[in-house]
């Protein structure tokens, strides 16, 4: 079993930055895009952004240009970084592999406000 644990949320002010790491010890890690979701009060997990095994990134468009996607396989880790934080990214983040998502992790929570 695969326990993802994610960490680094906080609660800040509008255009703020967080840095999210993610751990996903699974001894297949390096072969899998992975990719970080997120799930604001009263609405459904969407995906954020996703890395693929080469590096590439996608986002949403909500984030593009704020948000950056990297990883460590060696670590087996996801990190999010994200700059000019908005309200409206107030929300609990997770991180899964995009194929065949393992258990969901408790998250960690963002808040962002003034």
């Known amino acids: 079993q695969v326990q993802i644990v994610e960490s680094g949320g906080d609660s800040v002010q509008p255009e703020g930055s967080l840095r999210l790491s993610c751990i996903i010890p699974t001894p297949v890690f390096d072969q899998h895009t992975m990719a970080w979701y997120r799930q604001a009060p009263g609405k459904q997990r969407e995906l954020v952004g996703r890395v693929s095994t080469s590096g590439t990134t996608v986002y949403t468009d909500s984030v593009k240009g704020r948000f950056t996607i990297s990883r460590d396989n060696a670590k087996k880790m996801v990190y999010l970084q994200m700059n000019s934080l908005k309200p409206e990214d107030t929300a609990v983040y997770f991180c899964?592999?995009?194929?065949?998502?393992?258990?969901w992790g408790q998250g960690t929570q963002v808040t962002v406000s003034s």
């Open positions: 899964n592999r995009v194929t065949i998502p393992y258990d």
